[in-house]
């Protein structure tokens, strides 16, 4: 990683970060888990976290929230996990810095809607929160090289 001479980001670089970004909703909302292989780097570190009164927890409701230290680990969590739900991932345009001459950050707003596929009314959430991410080109493509996300909003 070398220093980038400007923080400003092309809008080239900035719709093929979206389109990735796009991508991920996408994938996780239809289960498409092969996908991931377009998205993000095979050692993608990936961080969920909570916020509860601004303060960042590794705990909700006494539930640790996963962390992954690989694409893979992260693909085979959520396969299992969100098998039997139906989710609608929903991001902002974002904010885009350069960090290095192939290193881009990006900040995206979520909102989310799920629940169970069997249950039209009981354990349905919507959730919100902010994606910190960071995109690397790799022979001129950009892949996700790793997410915090902090999940600030939470509703049952």
Request: glycine share 6%.
């Amino acid at each position: 990683m070398t220093s980038a001479k400007t923080t400003t980001v092309s809008p080239e670089i900035i719709e093929a970060i979206r389109s990735k970004k796009t991508l991920y909703c996408r994938a996780v909302d239809t289960k498409s888990w092969a996908e991931f292989e377009r998205i993000a780097l095979p050692n993608a570190t990936l961080v969920y976290k909570n916020s509860v009164n601004g303060l960042t927890t590794d705990a909700s409701d006494g539930t640790n929230l996963p962390s992954f230290n690989s694409r893979d680990d992260f693909v085979a969590f959520f396969k299992k996990a969100f098998e039997p739900l139906q989710t609608i991932h929903m991001v902002n345009s974002g904010s885009f810095e350069r960090i290095s001459d192939d290193e881009v950050k990006a900040v995206f707003a979520l909102v989310t809607h799920g629940g169970p596929t069997c249950d039209s009314k009981n354990g349905h959430v919507t959730a919100g929160g902010y994606y910190n991410e960071v995109y690397k080109n790799v022979d001129g493509e950009w892949f996700l090289k790793s997410i915090e996300f902090e999940k600030v909003y939470n509703r049952v």
